[in-house]
């Protein structure tokens, strides 16, 4: 497994994590496979956030690796807070509460990443940075990000920190390809053109933030997954013949086309399926050729100019 820096910070960590939305509804004995699987993979990285299953994700993931007896140093897990009923909110207040109640429910003494979820436009900037100062003195958080950020935001809330940001979560893969997209098309009138990201992909190449892919798999608002899916059977063709040639899975090459970008990119991945973990972290050892990379870039439907 590919190794790459967070952010800023000499913390390694595998260019492939694991999300764990989708653990809250599974067993103790289910979700060790999961766990261990991913482990003999090298994905030691633990995505999560206090809304997944309504804090359910993370208790269960927290009484997994109590019964596994796994050292808490040599796995690295990450939070996300933010998201209300109905509402964002970044106040100090609700932050440190929020911290509080996740390293509750995954029963241990530290988070190494915390990220914001979701921009609060009432967010106070103060307020954050007093809470990150407190979570970082305590030793409840070792290092803070963001979700669904711009840059201008990020710059907002950093004005005011302490610390750096390390990571901001984006949607990103061969159908969410517009930050990709928008940058090759800069000064036309076409619809890839249109500047929906803000050149935030550049931005965190620039300022030392690893971006992190969630949703790598799926097209449009979570409409479904476009591997495998009839809809998209050109893009389907050309990686059917990519996992042939590169002796991986469709997933592989899916995930592959996402780790070429120099970028670094993490990947966050989604399934509690061990048989597709251990596929995905075959294909991190693979580097496709630039011709490759952008043979998939236009079977998905972007253009060249």
């Known amino acids: 497994m590919k190794q790459i820096n967070l952010g ?8 492939v994590a694991l999300g764990c939305m989708r653990m809250s509804d599974m067993s103790i004995k289910d979700a060790a496979k999961v766990i261990e699987t991913s482990l003999e993979n090298d994905i030691n990285f633990f995505d ?5 299953g309504s804090g359910q994700a993370e208790m269960l993931f927290g009484q997994t690796i109590k019964e596994m007896k796994l050292d808490r140093e040599k796995i690295t897990i990450q939070s996300k807070c933010g998201i209300r009923d109905g509402f964002y909110d970044f106040s100090k207040e609700h932050i440190l509460k929020s911290v509080d ?13 915390l990220a914001l979820h979701r921009p609060d436009t009432l967010m106070e900037p103060e307020e954050i940075a007093e809470a990150f100062d407190l979570l970082l003195s305590s030793g409840k958080v070792r290092n803070f990000g963001v979700s669904n950020h711009r840059p201008m935001q990020i710059q907002l809330i950093e004005t005011y920190l302490n610390q750096k940001l390390v990571v901001n979560q984006l949607q990103f893969g061969l159908k969410h390809a517009g930050m990709i997209a928008q940058g090759m098309n800069q000064n036309m009138e076409n619809e890839a053109g249109i500047d929906r990201d803000d050149s935030v992909l550049e931005y965190s190449r620039l300022n030392n933030m690893t971006i992190q892919a969630w949703s790598p798999y799926q097209y449009g608002y979570f409409d479904g997954v476009f591997l495998g899916n009839e809809q998209f059977s050109e893009l389907n063709s050309v990686i059917n013949e990519m996992a042939k040639k590169y002796n991986v899975t469709d997933t592989g090459i899916a995930t592959a086309w996402i780790n070429r970008h120099p970028a670094k990119i993490q990947t966050i991945i989604g399934t509690m399926n061990p048989k597709r973990i251990s596929e995905v972290a075959k ?4 580097s496709l050729t630039r011709e490759d990379w952008y043979t998939l870039y236009k079977a998905s439907g972007y253009q060249l100019l």
Not at 101 to 113: C, F, M, Q, S
Not at 283 to 286: G, K, L, M, T, V
């Open 8 to 15: 800023n910070t000499s913390l390694l960590v595998p260019q």
């Open 283 to 286: 294909a991190s050892e693979i």
């Open 48 to 52: 999560h956030a206090d809304i997944y």
């Open 101 to 113: 109640g996740i390293l509750e429910r995954l029963d241990i003494d530290y988070l190494d990443v």
